[in-house]
């Protein structure tokens, strides 16, 4: 049985944690993108990680580390974030540009223009103007 202050010092631990990620999760994005831009791939790819291990539900966190992986030549481990990213949001046509990427380099073609088919639909659904 949980005492009144056993709750107080779990609900201090879990908004210390919901802190801690909201403060954590934009420094691992912004020195993810920082290294990408350097071409330092692995340290991009690390820093995405931590990221993703502290929000497992970003799916913009999966396509940036799918770019990197890409970068890397990485075409199955690119393609298990792609498809991460179309999984948490099958709406936008970036997961299917990033899986379109990775089947295209690795080789397996018949994929690539089943990609390319839904990232194209996925386009033309897009609200945005400029997307379209």
């Known amino acids: 049985m949980m005492t009144s202050s056993d709750e107080i010092t779990n609900a201090d631990c879990l908004n ?3 802190d801690f990620k909201q ?5 691992c ?4 993108q920082a290294a990408f831009a350097a071409s330092d791939y692995d340290k991009a790819i690390d820093l995405y990680s931590m990221a993703i291990d502290l929000d497992s539900a970003s799916d913009i966190f999966f396509a940036s580390r799918s770019e990197a992986k890409l970068s890397k030549m990485l075409w199955e481990d690119a393609l298990l974030d792609a498809r991460k990213v179309t999984e948490l949001n099958p709406s936008s046509h970036v997961g299917y540009q990033l899986s379109h990427s990775a089947l295209r380099g690795a080789q397996r073609y018949e994929e690539v223009i089943e990609a390319f088919t839904i990232m194209l639909s996925k386009l033309d659904d897009a609200s945005e ?3 379209r």
Do not use: F
């Open 129 to 131: 103007a400029q997307i």
């Open 16 to 18: 210390w944690s919901n």
């Open 23 to 27: 403060e954590c999760n934009p420094l």
């Open 29 to 32: 994005a912004a020195d993810g």
